[in-house]
């Protein structure tokens, strides 16, 4: 279960599932996702699931996470991405093995807590987190030349928009009974919106806990 032929079958079933950057692809097989759940489900670990991780929030499917890096990193390098809501840390690490920078926030305190707890001794130097207010993004780190929200928003967060480098892309589900995914582009002037595939995320919420 913990081995890399295990990780090597969820990436062959990714690929067979129309995920073709083979860059997002060695990323998803290098981060051990068993270890960003609790033990008691580690067995389901590399099946195409969401997975509770406690506080009320899931870690996204490995094809949801594999699908919205692919959109984000599409005819690019990732230069400095912003993660909105941290979670269990897993699409985290698979951003810092693609991107020169990841900054993630997290509302969720004690989930934030056990997150670093779990990825300190990896000793990733790419990687900083930060207990904050994901609608408002982190503008003290903008811009970003990357944004991926991993929680439903009613609508698009203007903070995000706003703190979109020139050319920069974000990645989001955006809706409350149907939710979809949505791309926005920031290109010269313009802010482009691409609606995407219908998804099922956890709610966006701005309050802290």
Known sequence: MTSERTRARMVERLRSQGVHNEAVLAAMGAVPRHLFVDEAISSRAYEDLALPIGFGQTISAPFTVARMVELLCAGRSLLKVLEVGTGCGYQAM?????AQEVYSVERIGALLEKTRARIWPM???NLRFKHADGFLGLGE????D???VAAAAPQIPQALIDQLAPEGRLILPVGVQKQRLVMVERRGGEILESVLDPVNFVPLLGKLD
Do not use: E, Q, T
């Open 94 to 98: 698979v951003l810092a093995h693609l």
């Open 141 to 144: 780190a903008a811009p970003f």
């Open 146 to 148: 990357a944004i991926i």
């Open 123 to 125: 000793r990733v130097r």
